[in-house]
């Protein structure tokens, strides 16, 4: 029944989705609403392993960034198409998440952040020495054409950014509802503990890694084309990080509705201000909602919502059972 | 006679330059109620880190059921039937008492192919058999000390062990929670599971045990009955001199 009131509403989503593309007129709707879009990607993806899991990844723009430029390899050297270039980068973000894995091995808490800081970097300086991709100063990219049925690129984006997050979504709730989600849990809530109950915590984190990483990688692919640009600064920014850790954050991390919430709320925030104000107060909005948030309302909207519209009494076991 | 379930085999562990544990050997026949007891930082624990996989040891062989595990990682010791409760308790805080149960039937007792209505069956007889039955939805964060104890135990059993380790249980519980805690660990020994009791409360070891085992600085100082372990002038000057 719920499986297939999600199922409904992610139909729903992406039906709204296209005919957006073919009734509105003014294309800002679809610029503005892709970052949207993308940023609910990027916070689901990063909650599979930061919230689920409880390691705290800093390295998002790495993801993001390698995703970039991954797209833009592809585009340049072979000339391919924009569902290959997400699909590769999604592939390349799997392996990267897969090394990510191997670090929690050893580190922990605040140093596994550290290193992933640390990777971010490494990967950045890589590209930045990369002088097919452009290097430093960047790269200019060509859009093709867009594909049937769609005769605006900007709304072919649009679409596959809302898609995209239907599957991220769509994985991220699998993960949550299913043992992998448990043991995840357990996992982050204690490792030596759900180690000696039997739970295969390298495993399961590799699996974890591995899947945010795909997502995050992915969502950077066509951003290049989204940009018709690319360059590191930019593709690398760490506003990345703070903006997925911060949306899961703020929206909750113990549902994958929180990070759809926190997304929603904090990039159509931004976008607004950006038009209205200027980008450089965004950075100021995201740091004083995340400190608002972990002071009045630890665990997000979610949260929020369960202290004031849930009986305290009916559901003791808190977010945990829910779908 | 029967195989052992467990045999320790010269098992040594280091930290570093220090040897926390010192080439200690033990077997355990099927079904038996073996005491540990030491001073405070005699090894037991490390001992039994060991032997869960918690940690590797440095020397030595661990063979469980006649496999050597010396090399296999904890979740899997863990499959294979051996669970333990930790000195300090380590609930899912975030979980409850039935979701830290399930953790265990879901990842431990992963080949018995239960169904969703099997599992918290078999979760519900588990905790109400341990006396928990009133707590099954209760965060694990909110129980009291001598629940989370029982909770410990309760998650190591829904794991189906064969053999079950249970460190320091009863530590600052009152006499008569001691005797409940220790009424339960007997109950499960008549179902057929092998357990270690490590324990500093004498009277609960004297009372459990079929045999004694003593460690002092990592190194075993006396092994046989109770009452001639206690008897033993090593033993009581190992504990005297603390
Ligand atoms: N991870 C570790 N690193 C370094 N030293 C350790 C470690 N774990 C235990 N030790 C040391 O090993 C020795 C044995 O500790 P252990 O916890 O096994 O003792 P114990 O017999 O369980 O004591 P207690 O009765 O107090 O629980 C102690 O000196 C302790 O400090
Ligand atoms: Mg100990």
Request: proline share 4%; charged share 15%; glycine share 10%.
């Amino acid at each position: 029944m719920r499986g297939n009131g999600f199922w409904l509403a992610a139909a729903a989503f992406i039906s709204a989705a296209y005919g957006l593309t073919v009734f509105a007129t003014n294309d800002y709707v679809f610029f503005a609403g892709y970052i949207i879009l993308q940023f609910m990607v990027l916070a689901t993806a990063w909650n599979i392993l930061g919230g689920y899991a409880g390691y705290v990844n800093f390295g998002t723009n790495a993801f993001f960034g390698l995703g970039v430029y991954t797209a833009v390899f592809m585009a340049k050297a072979f000339g391919a198409p924009l569902l290959l270039q997400i699909l590769v980068a999604g592939l390349v973000g799997a392996v990267l998440g897969f090394a990510v894995g191997l670090l929690t091995l050893r580190m922990h808490g605040i140093f596994f952040s550290i290193a992933t800081i640390a990777m971010s970097i490494i990967i950045e300086t890589f590209i930045i020495n990369w002088k097919f991709v452009g290097g430093a100063s960047g790269v200019q990219l060509l859009r093709p054409p867009p594909t049937a049925p769609f005769d605006s690129y900007i709304r072919m984006l649009f679409v596959i950014a809302a898609v995209m997050v239907v599957l991220a979504v769509a994985v991220a709730r699998y993960v949550q509802n299913s043992w992998i989600g448990r043991g995840l849990r357990a996992v982050r809530d204690d490792e030596i503990a759900a180690e000696c109950t039997g739970v295969p915590t390298l495993q399961l984190k590799l699996l974890a890694c591995s899947i945010s990483g795909f997502f995050l990688c992915a969502m950077g692919a066509p951003a290049a084309m989204y940009l018709q640009y690319a360059d590191p600064a930019s593709a690398f920014n760490l506003n990345y990080s703070v903006s997925a850790l911060a949306m899961s954050l703020i929206g909750g991390t113990a549902h994958w509705i929180g990070p759809l919430l926190g997304a929603l709320l904090l990039a159509s925030t931004q976008q607004l201000l950006t038009v209205t104000i200027s980008s450089e107060v965004n950075v100021l909005v995201l740091g004083l909602m995340l400190v608002l948030f972990v002071v009045g309302a630890p665990d997000g909207l979610i949260g929020l919502y369960r202290r004031f519209f849930k009986p305290k009494s009916s559901d003791p076991s808190g977010g945990s059972s829910a779908p | 006679m029967s195989h052992p379930v467990l045999h320790v085999d010269q098992v040594t562990k280091r930290f570093g330059g220090f040897t926390a544990v010192d080439n200690v050997s033990l077997t355990l026949r099927p079904g038996e109620r073996f005491g540990l007891i030491g001073p405070n930082g005699s090894g037991k624990t490390t001992l039994i880190n060991c032997i869960s996989g918690a940690l590797r040891s440095t020397e030595g062989r661990v063979t469980f059921d006649g496999h050597d595990v010396s090399t296999l990682p904890a979740y899997k010791r863990t499959r294979r039937g051996i669970a333990r409760s930790f000195q300090i308790p380590r609930p899912f805080k975030s979980m409850t008492v039935l979701e830290n149960l399930l953790v265990a039937i879901d990842f431990a007792a992963v080949g018995h192919g239960l169904n969703a209505r099997q599992q918290e069956s078999e979760v519900t007889a588990i905790l109400d058999k341990m006396g928990l039955g009133s707590k099954t939805h209760v965060l694990s964060s909110q129980l009291s000390q001598v629940e989370l104890r029982k909770m410990e135990l309760a998650r190591a059993v829904a794991s189906r062990p064969k053999l079950l380790i249970s460190d320091e249980a009863m530590a600052g519980l009152s006499s008569s929670e001691i005797d409940e805690v220790l009424d339960l660990l007997i109950a499960l020994n008549k179902d057929g599971i092998t357990i270690i009791m490590i324990e500093h409360i004498m009277h609960a070891v004297m009372r459990f045990s079929d045999r004694v085992l003593c460690m002092e600085a990592g190194r075993v100082i006396a092994e046989g009955a109770p009452k001639d372990v206690m008897a033993n002038p090593r033993v009581q000057e190992a504990y005297l001199g603390v």
